[in-house]
Structures are given as structure tokens and as C-alpha cells.
């Protein structure tokens, strides 16, 4: 794809792109129906690697995003966990649904699949 070149600013110095949270939340224009989206693709049954990669990347990329609210931030660190099993990465998949766990402790969904990330299970 193209990258986009950043406009100088009137000193002549380059402006430099967004970042951290609030880049991510300026570059994501619906970020609730991003994260909608997510959920319905990530499986199981899984999608193709590439795919489950960026389902993986996006939801990562949405888990900062305070504006969300706790429960889709929750949803979102799920849905990285739920891609990192799917890649096979045990790991990751315990460290994203912990956290999903955290916002939203009382969801057996969760905990399912925490224990299935431990197990190795996908």
C-alpha cells in the first residue's frame, strides 16, 4: 500500500503522525463497529492465518482505547486472546484473556476460554 507523507507545519519541520492511544483512536473511524466486526471473524472455526493476524493486531490495537468503556475493552482483549490461540501462542492467549477478565470477572465466556488457553486447547 502507499504511505501517506506527513505535511510540514509552517516552520518547515515535518508533523509528526499521531500517537500512542489517541493516534490509534483518530486512525480507527468506528472503532465499536471494527471490534463487532472482529468478534464475528476471529472463530473458532478459525480464518486463515493472515487474517487471524490482523483480527490479532486490530483488537490489540483497540485495547487502549479508554473512550471504549471497560466491557469493549474487554471484548477486545478477548478477541486477542481468542486470535493468539488460534496462531498458536498459549501465552499470549492467557495474557490477553486475563486482562479481558479483569474488566469483566464474572463472564464464563472468559473463563472457558482462560482455561483453555492454559490447557493448550483452542
Known amino acids: 500500500g502507499s504511505r501517506e507523507v506527513a505535511a510540514a507545519d509552517p ?56 473512550s471504549l468503556g471497560p466491557a469493549r475493552r474487554g471484548e477486545a482483549a478477548y478477541v486477542a486472546g481468542v486470535a493468539a490461540a488460534g496462531l498458536g501462542e498459549p501465552a499470549q492467549c492467557v495474557r490477553w484473556v486475563s486482562r479481558a477478565l479483569t474488566l469483566k470477572p464474572d463472564s464464563r465466556g472468559y473463563r472457558v476460554m482462560l482455561d483453555n488457553c492454559r490447557s493448550g486447547a483452542p
Open 11 to 66: 516552520s518547515g519541520s515535518p508533523a509528526a503522525p499521531p500517537g500512542g492511544a489517541a493516534g490509534v483512536a483518530a486512525a480507527i473511524a468506528d472503532p465499536v463497529g471494527l471490534l463487532g466486526r472482529l468478534f464475528d471473524r476471529v472463530g473458532p472455526p478459525y480464518p486463515e492465518r493472515a487474517s487471524l493476524e490482523a483480527i490479532y493486531d486490530s483488537a490489540r490495537a483497540l485495547w487502549p482505547i479508554q
